[in-house]
């Protein structure tokens, strides 16, 4: 029984790193992916719970990434270029994090801005 719960977390970590690949173009999966991460994280073991801290924070950092580069564009035309490097952010930290959770392995550092 135990292990059914693991795997169904682990499922949902996936969906939510798929989720938020699916928000570069439809903004809205990210919000349901990150209310999914807050849901399952009180429930996951130590290995997944770092799976979605991770995950959590790619949500506000990418905000924080996004709202500046949209000030930015507002006064110089060099904002615009957070948004490519916002979604190519968000497709290589997704990536990573299904190939480490594809091997039950932990986010080696879940607070981290990069990869």
């Known amino acids: 029984m135990e292990n059914d719960k693991q795997q169904s977390l682990q ?6 790193y798929v989720l938020y ?9 990210t919000v ?3 209310v999914m991460a807050y849901i399952n994280k009180k429930d996951a073991p130590g290995w997944l719970k770092s799976h979605f801290e991770f995950q959590a924070n790619t949500f506000w950092y990418g ?5 500046a580069g949209s000030l930015l564009s507002t006064v110089i035309s060099l904002g615009y270029v957070a948004f490519p490097v ?3 952010w968000v497709i ?3 990536v ?5 959770l594809d091997g039950q392995q932990p986010q080696p550092d879940p607070k981290n801005w990069l990869f």
């Open 21 to 29: 690949m699916v928000g570069i173009i439809i903004g809205l999966t």
């Open 96 to 100: 990573k994090g299904m190939k480490l």
């Open 32 to 34: 349901i992916g990150v």
């Open 92 to 94: 290589i930290r997704s």
């Open 63 to 67: 905000m924080l990434f996004l709202i």
């Open 11 to 16: 499922r949902n970590a996936k969906i939510i």
């Open 86 to 88: 916002w979604a190519v």
